[in-house]
T-cell receptor, first 114, second 109 residues
Framework: DAGITQSPRHKVTETGTPVTLRCHQT?????MYWYRQDPGHGLRLIHY???????DKGEVSDGYSVSRSKTEDFLLTLESATSSQTSVYFC?????????????FGPGTRLTVL | AQRVTQPEKLLSVFKGAPVELKCNYS??????LFWYVQYSRQRLQLLLR??SRESIKGFTADLNKGETSFHLKKPFAQEEDSAMYYC???????????FGTGTSLTVIP
């Protein structure tokens, strides 16, 4: 599992409340990513990070912010959650295997916004 | 722009039948192509990548640059192949991966 964990694994919250999801890795990878997974849309990149304090937007970044104050943690924040942000959120890291770079994924966080 | 298209959202085949999951891509350069699989209640994991040219769990995929396709094939489907399959593309820098919308494969006993 490339040492990737996500917390919480499940969360139910109400519209308008702030939510922070955490991704933690233990192998000192430089690149980390947040995706959301929705039926009919597949995986869409929200934000990614290429180092401490270095982040960039992905395809669906509106309504989300991220922070990376240390290598091992990449936080995804929904400042004011909306029902359209109900989704499964996956964190990933870019790691290297025998054949080259690939993405390794966390177990996912299921977020429900009521 | 980078695009990965998986035209089939759902695909059902009988056990023992051949299966092909389609993937087409659009990229201005030489991308690296991948297939990821997500079994029920598990995290996504790499199934195979075009540069390794390996057969994993009986699956193969050939990169056809002329047709810009990377279809996933298996000659005899098994029940344990039932899962969600994502085709993905990585560009020159490797910084970002672009995923298709996924195909849910069901193998009928």
């Amino acid at each position: 599992d490339a040492g990737i964990t996500q917390s919480p694994r499940h969360k139910v919250t109400e519209t308008g409340t702030p939510v922070t999801l955490r991704c933690h890795q233990t192998e000192n990878h430089r690149y980390m990513y947040w995706y959301r997974q929705d039926p009919g849309h597949g995986l869409r990149l929200i934000h990614y990070s290429y180092g401490v304090k270095d982040t960039d937007k992905g395809e669906v970044s509106d309504g989300y912010s991220v922070s990376r104050s240390k290598t091992e943690d990449f936080l995804l924040t929904l400042e004011s959650a909306t029902s359209s942000q109900t989704s499964v959120y996956f964190c990933a890291i870019r790691g290297t295997s025998r054949d080259g770079d690939e993405q390794f994924f966390g177990p996912g966080t299921r977020l429900t916004v009521l | 722009a980078q695009r990965v298209t998986q035209p089939e959202k759902l695909l059902s085949v009988f056990k023992g039948a051949p299966v092909e999951l389609k993937c087409n891509y659009s990229y201005s350069g030489s991308p690296e192509l991948f297939w990821y699989v997500q079994y029920s209640r598990q995290r996504l994991q790499l199934l195979l990548r075009h540069i390794s040219r390996e057969s994993i769990k009986g699956f193969t995929a050939d990169l056809n640059k002329g047709e810009t396709s990377f279809h996933l094939k298996k000659p005899f489907a098994q029940e344990e192949d039932s899962a969600m399959y994502y085709c993905a593309l990585s560009g020159h820098s490797g910084n970002q991966f672009y995923f298709g919308t996924g195909t849910s494969l069901t193998v009928i006993p």
